[in-house]
């Protein structure tokens, strides 16, 4: 049936092989909180991480085994699953996790390329990213767009005291911009 409806990616493997690729990503997904793939792959396993840290959230012996059942080191990574990324989305109703499309891996087989990860946490790249548009702006004595406003809402929400962790990377940002500039005026100067 060409065409027709699917309900999950078959990322051209046997049943098998696709979950152990699934449970391979999410338990690196855990341990590293970003990691980069293919975009299918990381669609398909954005849905398992969501099922996994849903089950982080309820904590009780049931969902403990569906997460053991999940993860390749449930020894390892267990008191992380269940300890600060539980509390980190307890208040969260969901979307836990990101894909953000990226530049093909390899320039030879031009595959889709995406990263995926945990939001709110150390790696949370639109974070990041939002911080050096707001520094930007700032150093230009420009007014912030409504597309920004909204990230720095957003990225903000759902962290316990987010605006005094954004304006610490606000700063550090401007501090990094600061010194790239210095830098490159003194390779300017030797010229």
Excluded: C
């Amino acid at each position: 049936m060409a065409g027709g409806h699917v309900k999950y990616r078959h990322l051209s493997r046997t049943s098998s092989h696709r979950q152990a690729l699934l449970r391979n990503l999410v338990t690196e997904l855990v341990r590293q909180e970003s990691i980069h793939t293919t975009w299918p792959k990381a669609k398909e396993a954005q849905r398992l991480a969501e099922r996994l840290i849903t089950y982080a959230k309820k904590n009780n012996e049931t969902s403990r085994r569906q997460a053991q059942g999940i993860l390749f080191t449930p020894d390892e990574l267990m008191p992380k699953l269940f300890g600060p990324i539980r509390e980190r989305y307890l208040n969260r109703p969901g979307g836990y996790t990101r894909v953000l499309r990226t530049m093909p891996k390899n320039k030879f087989d031009q595959g889709d390329s995406a990263i995926l990860e945990l939001v709110d946490g150390p790696k949370d790249m639109r974070f990041a990213i939002t911080a050096a548009a707001v520094a930007r702006d700032r150093k230009l004595g420009t007014g912030h767009t409504d597309i920004t406003i909204k990230n720095i809402q957003k990225v903000t929400q759902f962290r316990p005291e987010g605006r005094d962790q954004f304006e610490e990377m606000v700063e550090k940002v401007a501090g990094l911009q600061l010194n790239m500039n210095e830098l490159k005026d003194k390779a300017v100067k030797k010229e």
